[in-house]
């Protein structure tokens, strides 16, 4: 009497645990297809970041590669120890020297863009904390499509170049 009586109860559960594992292993495809389709082909390399002392704000320079057929779209900077970090341009315009926001950047398919001193950088507004030489500071890029590099920036002294 028990026996049939359980019996239907052990056939449902191993029916539902067949359906589990196929959920699962249905989402883990989702979820490896969606690792691949996003993983940043970005490289950044040297990054390092210009020491200003007594000063709130700080530029990074860096070297990015893009190893792949797409170009990469860079839409955005955020930093742990800075309140907003963006990308700047520093134009010569009628002898003086000015930094402009630049919106996006784009890594076109095999190319190589360098942010270095006089012309692109990352600018870090409102440093949470001062930043020596010698250490280093987190970056993330924002790519175009939802994906995120992880940049370690290292300090250099003021006249670095
Ligand atoms: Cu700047």
Redesign the pocket.
């Known amino acids: 009497m028990r026996q049939s009586g359980s019996r239907p109860f052990l056939e449902k559960g191993t029916d539902l645990k067949y359906r589990a594992a196929f959920l699962y292993a249905c989402l883990a495809t989702v979820v490896a297809s969606s690792v691949v389709a996003q993983a940043p082909a970005l490289v950044a390399q040297d990054a390092w970041a210009r020491q200003a002392p007594g000063s709130d704000v700080a ?1 990074v320079y860096l070297t990015l590669r893009n190893p792949s057929t797409k170009p990469i779209v860079i839409v955005g900077v955020e930093s742990s120890v800075a309140m907003h970090a963006m990308i ?1 341009e ?1 134009k010569t315009e009628s002898g003086q020297s000015r ?1 402009r926001p630049h919106e996006q950047l784009v890594v076109a398919p095999g190319q190589t863009v360098k942010l270095e001193p006089g012309g692109l ?1 990352v ?1 870090l507004h409102g440093l949470t904390q001062p930043v020596a030489v010698g250490q280093s500071v987190p970056l993330v890029l924002l790519l175009d499509g939802g994906s995120k590099v992880q940049v370690t920036a290292i300090v250099r002294a003021l006249n670095a170049q």
Do not use: I, P
């Open positions: 530029a700047h520093t930094m950088h600018m």
